[in-house]
């Protein structure tokens, strides 16, 4: 068999490499109201189509269903990101339910995920007053928006074709910490409070309301725990999900691993009074995740590190190995905080760090066979690297933020939010219609393309 499939080199939108190291399955992204899953010759498997434009989150579920959250205006809740309904649509884009988790007060956005139960896990942030901010130990002056956002992680319950009851839930104003003022809630060492966030310690925010914006959220089953990540204070944090609900509100204090409290964090000690900025190394990472156990290096971390406030604008691909002592327990020492210091793997373009950039969005996923796929989300490009470093896939978004689908050798203009692969095996696709239609894009040159 040829080592590539020979793409017309004028290409500038669709698959423009394919090489036979690259790993058999399909990819899903979602662009204005539209959802794709593609093969690796660009040709349409399955489109689904929402009355919502994408509001972040997507999933394909194993009975072959695609979970996707939509966005609806929101003037009293301005978020990037932001969603607020969730759809869940059969295979063939029937629409069996349907949830709204918006208003003036709340709105979900970015990350959501299906639990083993069936219940779903969402992402929300919710506004908290320029008093009660205040009254939680923030500094007036680091108020310059009249208001913060709480970020919550809410456990759904499906019910219906419209209902939803919430049968869990995860606050992080409930787990703040700030030396600022002895007579407001959350006063404490921060130094000594890993457990909690410094509610002064502002990142990249500048005081704005939207202070944490988390931007993704991964459930990790064998361990019932959850990782969530932090844009502007360019961190990640994982806290455990078998609590109650009360559990889930209450911090014990100390390194202790109980209740709600953040059972690990990292990319950024010195938000939590440990090292200086040096130590740093998150940059406005996206999505942080466990690698799938049956992966090479599965368990591990792997994270899009965008490279946001970097001395050099680029952005590369890391995997860090949290240390254990039990599922429970992450190492942690007073004097050096969490480990460890450095990424134990990391991608960046082998001839110019500066070629792969992208400030904002973005993902990446280890795959079955050791290869990395990536979405480079500022330039709608989808790429695959082997383990020598080598793009085998590329694919360039061929659909702009309107909907309009471009013809091959235009120009792409618009940004991808994130990309999932799934291999050829995965349940969804048992019993189902996989016959490839044609590319997205229109007059489309595959070359020998299969």
């Not at 966030?197 to 925010?205: A, C, K, P, R, V």
Request: proline letters at 4%; glycine letters at 10%; charged letters at 20%.
């Amino acid at each position: 068999m040829e080592e590539s499939f020979q793409i017309p080199s004028s290409n500038t939108l669709g698959v423009l490499k394919h090489k036979n190291k690259s790993d058999d399955g399909y990819t899903l992204f979602t662009i204005y109201k539209d959802t794709y899953l593609i093969d690796l010759c660009g040709r349409v498997i399955n489109h689904w189509i929402s009355d919502y434009q994408r509001g972040g989150a997507f999933t394909l579920l194993e009975d072959g269903s695609l979970l996707r959250a939509g966005k609806v205006e929101n003037q009293d809740l301005p978020y990037g990101g932001i969603g607020g309904i969730i759809e869940k649509f059969d295979w063939d884009g029937n629409l069996d339910w349907q949830y709204n988790y918006s208003s003036p007060q709340f709105s979900q956005h970015h990350g959501m995920v299906e639990l083993p139960n069936g219940n779903i896990l969402l992402l929300a942030a919710h506004r908290k007053t320029s008093l009660e901010a205040i009254m939680a130990g923030r500094i007036p002056e680091k108020i310059s928006e009249g208001e913060l956002f709480d970020e919550q992680i809410i456990e759904i319950k499906p019910n219906g074709t419209t209902g939803g009851e919430i049968v869990w839930q995860w606050k992080a104003w409930d787990h703040l910490i700030q030396e600022f003022d002895n007579t407001k809630d959350n006063f404490g060492s921060i130094v000594d409070n890993p457990q909690c966030i410094d509610i002064n310690f502002l990142g990249t925010s500048n005081g704005n309301k939207d202070w944490l914006h988390i931007n993704s959220l991964h459930y990790n089953e064998n361990l019932d725990q959850i990782i969530i990540s932090s844009q502007k204070l360019s961190e990640l944090y994982i806290i455990d999900h078998s609590t109650s609900t009360l559990e889930a509100a209450t911090n014990l204090g100390g390194n202790s691993g109980k209740g709600g409290d953040i059972l690990y964090r990292w990319g950024n000690p010195i938000a939590y009074g440990h090292g200086t900025e040096d130590a740093r190394q998150l940059f406005g990472q996206h999505n942080p995740h466990w690698i799938p156990e049956q992966y090479p290096d599965g368990g591990k971390i792997l994270i899009f590190n965008n490279g946001l406030g970097r001395t050099s604008n680029y952005s590369s691909i890391d995997i860090i190995a949290p240390e254990m002592d039990d599922p429970n327990n992450y190492i942690y020492t007073p004097l050096e905080g969490y480990g460890p210091k450095l990424a134990e793997w990391t991608y960046i373009d082998n001839e110019d760090p500066l070629f792969f950039y992208s400030r904002i969005l973005s993902s990446a996923q280890r795959l079955s066979n050791g290869n990395t796929f990536v979405c480079e989300g500022t330039q709608g490009k989808f790429f695959e690297f082997d383990s020598d470093g080598e793009i085998v896939w590329e694919y360039i978004n061929p659909v702009t933020s309107d909907g309009t689908i471009l013809t091959q050798g235009d120009l792409p203009s618009s940004n991808i939010f994130q990309v999932i692969r799934y291999s050829h095996d995965f349940k969804g696709f048992i019993g189902k219609n996989l016959t490839p239609g044609n590319p997205i894009e229109l007059d489309f040159d595959l070359g020998n393309c299969q």
